[in-house]
């Protein structure tokens, strides 16, 4: 049931390589993880969890689907840093961190752009609660990490699917 579950999540990565999957979606949990205790997320995890799933992709699947989904993956990360880049010429200050972006590039690698995407407004939505949360109380908030709200809506995205 786990099993048959992990597989239905990330339909881009091959069925045999489940284990992947999950050693994927732990290390998306870690990148969160130290991503909330100290606002980065480390190159080092990305480019692993990069470089296994293109290998995985590449081994189980074929090299030419593989490399699809790397360049989805290189693409978005690239247009998020477009748009950040465009939002500190405007305003002198980051819109994202490059740590979201490059956390985003190994979702899309391993599970698509549509998880991606769902990620990202599931996340910011439950960003907001809890920033909301925050101001009633009357905490301040200088830096808010928003890894660990997106990968609250990656589980979202991928555990509870929409159905249409």
């Known amino acids: 049931m786990i099993i048959d579950t992990i597989i239905s999540a990330a339909p881009i990565m091959p069925p045999e390589a489940w284990l992947i999957t999950a050693g ?31 290998a995985t992709q590449g081994f189980f699947v074929s090299w030419e689907y593989a490399a699809v989904n790397l360049r989805w993956a290189i693409a978005l990360g690239i247009l998020l840093w477009g748009i950040n880049e465009i939002w500190y010429w405007k305003f002198k200050r980051d819109a994202i961190g490059m740590g979201d972006a490059k956390w985003t590039m190994l979702v899309v690698s391993s599970f698509g752009i549509c998880p991606a995407i769902l990620s990202w407004g599931i996340g910011s939505a439950i960003a907001v609660a809890f920033i909301s949360i925050l101001w009633i109380f009357r905490k301040r908030i200088d830096l808010v990490p928003f890894v660990p709200f997106l990968f609250a809506g990656l589980m979202v995205a991928l555990f509870f699917p929409l159905k249409i």
């Open 24 to 54: 994927i979606l732990f290390l998306l949990l870690l990148t969160a993880i130290v991503d909330a205790f100290t606002k980065e997320v480390p190159d080092e995890l990305i480019f692993l969890g990069l470089l296994t799933v293109t």
